[in-house]
């Protein structure tokens, strides 16, 4: 005859694995499989900022902008607002600016549009250096910043215009690329 006291640790272990199976099963995550919709952003951020840092621990660059976003399955970064101060040697090399910008995280470049400014500070009694567009890109791999549309450049009370720009910051070098008109002031 079987007594009752002696299935009932039989049974527990039964009952506890039983339960253990179903946890298991309710606990794991399963993606739905459900395509996001290419057409809306994946997230959006706000106050969006980042830094990115030398090998020495100083600043390098830093990317801010009132509303960020990004399709889903895209490189692409939008932003809203945007501003890219570029530094050397932890001073600032130059800032970048535009009402509407976008920022490739694969190939690091930054096009920025719609009012878009350029500013270089002045170095060594030198005055700052402004330009003024519809559009500039950024590479922030080569440190170069472009234009090939019309642009407005003021150095201190000197004012350029020309079709296009190209600065490279690693030779300091400003250049005009074609049409060029100058009101030089002393």
Same mark, same amino acid.
Request: charged residues 20%.
């Given at each position: 005859?079987?007594?009752?006291?002696?299935?009932?640790?039989?049974?527990?272990?039964?009952?506890?694995?039983?339960?253990?199976?179903?946890?298991?099963?309710?606990?794991?995550?399963?993606?739905?499989?459900?395509?996001?919709?290419?057409?809306?952003?994946?997230?959006?951020?706000?106050?969006?900022?980042?830094?990115?840092?030398?090998?020495?621990?100083?600043?390098?660059?830093?990317?801010?902008?009132?509303?960020?976003?990004?399709?889903?399955?895209?490189?692409?970064?939008?932003?809203?607002?945007?501003?890219?101060?570029?530094?050397?040697?932890?001073?600032?090399?130059?800032? $970048?600016?535009?009402?509407?910008?976008? #920022?490739?995280? =694969?190939? &690091?470049?930054?096009? +920025?549009?719609?009012? /878009?400014?350029?500013?270089?500070?002045?170095?060594?009694?030198?005055?700052?250096?402004?330009?003024?567009?519809?559009?500039?890109?950024?590479?922030?791999?080569?440190?170069?910043?472009?234009?090939?549309?019309?642009?407005?450049?003021?150095?201190?009370?000197?004012? $350029?215009?020309?079709?296009?720009?190209? #600065?490279?910051? =690693?030779? &300091?070098?400003?250049? +005009?690329?074609?049409? /060029?008109?100058?009101?030089?002031?002393?």
């Amino acid at each position: 005859m079987i007594r009752p006291h002696r299935l009932f640790p039989i049974a527990l272990v039964g009952l506890m694995a039983m339960l253990a199976f179903w946890l298991d099963q309710i606990s794991r995550w399963s993606p739905s499989g459900k395509e996001l919709d290419p057409s809306r952003p994946e997230y959006t951020v706000d106050d969006f900022s980042a830094t990115r840092f030398d090998a020495q621990g100083r600043i390098q660059e830093r990317l801010v902008a009132k509303q960020g976003w990004q399709f889903p399955k895209q490189p692409d970064l939008h932003l809203r607002e945007a501003v890219l101060d570029s530094y050397q040697a932890g001073a600032l090399a130059y800032r $970048a600016a535009g009402a509407i910008a976008r #920022y490739n995280r =694969q190939d &690091g470049i930054a096009f +920025l549009e719609q009012k /878009a400014h350029f500013f270089k500070p002045g170095a060594a009694g030198q005055p700052d250096t402004h330009v003024y567009g519809s559009r500039i890109t950024i590479n922030t791999r080569t440190r170069v910043a472009s234009a090939k549309t019309p642009v407005e450049i003021h150095y201190g009370e000197s004012i $350029a215009n020309a079709i296009g720009f190209e #600065y490279q910051q =690693q030779k &300091g070098l400003l250049r +005009l690329l074609s049409h /060029a008109r100058v009101k030089y002031v002393q």
